[in-house]
């Protein structure tokens, strides 16, 4: 893995962060690639129950690299299928539950990173956007796809058609953001919320994260199904007996993760 990206494990928490300052941490085939990579390792630790993706403190990602893609033919975008390939949707499939701490700029290929997390914690400085109208292209990660999700059409057809940016008070008001910080206290708090995540049952939180996933991929019954379903196999976990059985001792539960 290069150093354009960062590990630190806290606890159960695998903590990355986006190191390339020069270049505002713009996302090329290298950061992707050591992303993809660092998910990986965390995903296949045992130890790890949450995620935490950040960046620096004046920006989280300022979009894909400019640089890196600005002499692509259509062809070549086409036959690499551009986004898909090379590490740049590893986030989308993790099935470990992730937090994007936000401070900064979170600006296209940034920002839809950021919705590509399970939820987005954002300190007051940050800046959320889809500017690539500005450069004569368009959202290609889900910009115009989970941003009305998140957000609803009008203020997703706002940023996508106007390039201006949401501050962090606009994007928590409207649905992007779940927790607004202090910068100061942004990624202690976002470690505190992720260890306390990463205490529960991880086979439970993943099936949580994959009911709530369900409910932007099916109707309402088909999701009220897989979540019942879901429901019930919890009752074949370890996890689930302790946890009840701690209730009832009124004790603290000790999870094991099976
Ligand atoms: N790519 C490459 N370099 C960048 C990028 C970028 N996206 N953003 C900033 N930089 C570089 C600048 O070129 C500059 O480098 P240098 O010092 O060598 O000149 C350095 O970072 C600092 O930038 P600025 O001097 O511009 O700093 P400011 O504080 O004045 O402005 C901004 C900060 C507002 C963030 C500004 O840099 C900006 O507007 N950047 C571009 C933002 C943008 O348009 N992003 C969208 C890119 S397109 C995209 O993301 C398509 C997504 C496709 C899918 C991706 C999947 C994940």
């Known amino acids: 893995m290069t150093d354009s990206v960062l590990t630190e494990t806290h606890g159960r928490v695998g903590l990355i962060r986006?190191?390339?300052?020069?270049?505002?941490?713009?996302?090329?085939a290298d950061v992707v690639a050591a992303?993809?990579?660092a998910i990986d390792d965390f995903e296949a630790n045992p130890d790890i129950g949450c995620l935490v993706l950040t960046g620096s403190d004046t920006v989280f990602a300022a979009g894909a690299d400019i640089?890196?893609?600005k002499d692509f033919s259509y062809l070549h975008a086409y036959r690499t299928d551009f986004v898909t390939t090379g590490g740049?949707?590893?986030l989308k499939t993790t099935r470990k539950p992730v937090i994007a701490a936000v401070a900064g700029f979170a600006l296209g290929g940034g920002c839809e990173l950021a919705m590509m997390c399970d939820m987005i914690f954002a300190a007051d400085t940050a800046k959320f956007g889809q500017p690539e109208i500005r450069l004569g292209t368009m959202p290609g990660a889900g910009g115009t796809q989970r941003l009305p999700r998140a957000v609803g059409k009008a203020k997703a057809m706002d940023l996508c058609l106007s390039a201006r940016m949401m501050?962090?008070?606009e994007a928590e008001r409207a649905g992007l953001v779940a927790r607004l910080y202090p910068a100061a206290q942004l990624l202690?708090?976002?470690l505190k919320a992720a260890q306390t995540i990463a205490g529960f049952s991880l086979p439970v939180?993943?099936?949580?994260?994959e009911s709530v996933n369900r409910a932007f991929e099916s109707s309402?019954?088909?999701?009220?199904?897989?979540?019942?379903?879901v429901f019930h196999a919890t009752f074949t976990l370890d996890d689930q007996r302790e946890g009840m059985q701690a209730f009832a001792d009124k004790r603290k539960p000790v999870f094991r993760h099976q």
């Open 88 to 90: 740049w949707e590893r």
């Open 18 to 28: 986006f190191n390339r300052p020069e270049a505002m941490n713009a996302l090329n």
């Open 67 to 69: 640089g890196f893609m």
């Open 205 to 209: 939180t993943m099936m949580i994260k």
């Open 167 to 169: 501050d962090a008070a």
């Open 188 to 190: 202690e708090e976002t």
């Open 35 to 37: 992303l993809a990579a």
């Open 220 to 229: 309402l019954n088909e999701g009220l199904l897989f979540e019942r379903r």
